[in-house]
């Protein structure tokens, strides 16, 4: 008796979400991560895209002869900005952490510390997408004419490298200034090597839209997927890495 009396304890100790709870809870989680990764990020990251295209059209318009082919509009007004968003966006998400000393109260949390990353990180990509998205679909009217909702998808995938190179080094980095400008040096390092690359399967800005004359269809298209997965694989490693560096506990939060 006693041991069935201590079964049925347990069955009513035990609680079981409705999908709707569970939906509820997930999104709450998520507005939260959101609002606390933004703030104020999405006004000035706003700001300084507009200010930029404002600028590019200015000059297209002084200059009109010197128009932009669909390499350099991918590059110019969706690749290069993107990857400096994602720099933007990642810079500080551990530092504001430690800032805020609640770097402890992550760790102590019931949720895995992966998931509570994973979910902030995930605001970072929408936020992104969503905004390339926007962009390619403004370049698309104002500047040049390319395919803009692929032009978009394509442009993520360098921000989503780069957003995770700065959150790797975040992982590193005491300061949010220091990881934003570890970023920012990968960044220039590779528009300084891209002559090297470029034309390669390692050039991270590749252009998938325009085929080299002469090449064929198929093995144009096993080039640019290769390429596009492994910019996708190495911004996943990198994530990967600064999860595993922020599970060593005591060293981070030394």
């Known amino acids: 008796m006693t041991e069935r009396a201590g079964m049925i304890g347990m069955e009513q100790s035990t609680t079981v979400l409705s999908w709707r709870d569970l939906l509820s809870s997930t999104w709450r989680l998520y507005y939260l991560s959101f609002r606390i990764t933004f703030r104020r990020k999405i006004f000035f990251m706003t700001a300084g895209v507009l200010t930029y295209y404002v600028l590019l059209y200015v000059l297209s318009v002084y200059q009109p002869g010197e128009g932009l082919s669909v390499e350099g509009a991918l590059f110019v007004l969706l690749e290069l900005p993107g990857s400096v968003l994602g720099i933007y966006l990642a810079m500080d998400l551990v530092a504001k952490e430690r800032d805020r ?3 402890e109260t992550l760790f102590s949390t019931a ?6 990353w994973i979910v902030r990180l995930l605001s970072v990509y929408a936020v992104l997408l969503l905004a390339l998205l926007v962009m390619s679909t403004i370049s698309y009217f104002f500047f ?17 490298l780069f957003a995770n190179v700065t959150f790797f080094f975040s992982a590193y ?8 400008m570890l970023g920012v040096g990968v ?17 991270i800005f590749m252009n998938p839209f325009e085929m080299p004359a002469g090449g064929a269809e198929f093995l144009w298209y096993e080039k640019v997927l290769l390429n596009r997965l492994g910019v996708f694989a190495a911004g996943a490693l990198l994530l990967f ?9 005591e060293k981070f939060l030394g």
């Open 101 to 103: 000393q609640t770097l």
């Open 241 to 249: 890495l600064a999860l595993r560096r922020m599970e060593q506990r």
């Open 144 to 160: 040049a004419e390319f395919p803009f909702i692929l032009g978009g998808l394509n442009a993520f995938l360098p921000a989503f």
């Open 187 to 203: 960044l220039l390092l590779v528009l300084m090597t891209s002559e090297l690359f470029e034309g390669t399967s390692y050039y």
């Open 173 to 180: 980095a005491r300061g949010a200034n220091t990881a934003g």
């Open 111 to 116: 949720s895995s510390h992966y998931l509570i």
